[in-house]
């Protein structure tokens, strides 16, 4: 079992589903590391994005709103930063702010970029995971640091009766080295 196979699995997974759609940067051409664990998901299921993570988050509650699960791809945590004001103050209390009539389900896929073979440096390398979890308080926040939780953390996700959105956080020095 290794980490880059169980993401391809869940992604492969969620691909099947009718309901979803994948958007963010290098969905659908090769850019960085979560492209490569998206080549089993039809191509007419991605949206490619540019370098706006504050709309692409906002993008991706509206797309959720419609009934779609949106899997959401930033490739660095440090760049999910930029979309901190949909992601908290509008994902995170939509439930509240509607009376829990609004429950769209965002799923949000972010790495802590590698620093082995090549540190990337800190604007590409933070692990905010501790913040997150504080910041946040409807959205789930999952750190995926074992090969064998990917799958089962995915799956329950999607199958979610309520509803949640959640915050899966990757680890890129673990796409080779787990």
Same mark, same amino acid.
């Given at each position: 079992?290794?980490?880059? /196979?169980?993401?391809?699995? +869940? ?8 309901? %979803? ?10 850019? /960085?590391?979560?492209?490569? %664990? @998206?080549?089993?998901? $039809? @191509? *007419? #299921?991605?949206? !490619? ?16 709103? &419609? ?23 509008? @994902? ?7 009376? &829990? !009539? ?7 896929? %972010? +790495?802590?970029?590698?620093? +082995?073979?090549?540190?990337?440096? $800190?604007?590409?390398?933070? *692990?905010? %995971?501790?913040?997150? #979890?504080?910041?946040?308080? !409807? ?7 074992? $090969? #064998?939780?990917?799958? $089962? ?11 949640? +959105?959640?915050?899966?956080? !990757? ?6 080295? #787990?």
């Amino acid at each position: 079992m290794k980490y880059k /196979n169980e993401l391809i699995k +869940s992604m492969s997974f969620l691909g099947q589903k009718k309901d %979803t759609i994948f958007l963010g940067q290098s969905v659908s051409y090769s850019g /960085n590391a979560i492209y490569n %664990t @998206l080549k089993e998901v $039809p @191509l *007419n #299921k991605k949206i !490619e994005m540019p370098v706006f993570e504050d709309v692409q988050m906002g993008i991706s509650i509206g797309m959720a709103l &419609n009934n779609y699960v949106v899997i959401s791809c930033f490739p660095r945590f440090d760049f999910l930063i930029c979309a901190m004001n949909q992601l908290v103050n509008h @994902l995170d209390k939509i439930r509240q702010m509607s009376r &829990n !009539e609004m429950k769209p389900k965002v799923l949000i896929r %972010t +790495s802590i970029g590698s620093k +082995s073979p090549l540190d990337g440096g $800190p604007q590409h390398t933070q *692990n905010y %995971t501790n913040e997150m #979890k504080k910041i946040l308080s !409807e959205v789930k926040v999952v750190f995926l640091d074992k $090969p #064998k939780m990917i799958f $089962p953390a995915f799956k329950k996700a999607y199958e979610d009766k309520n509803s949640h +959105s959640y915050l899966f956080i !990757e680890h890129g020095d673990f796409y080779n080295q #787990k």
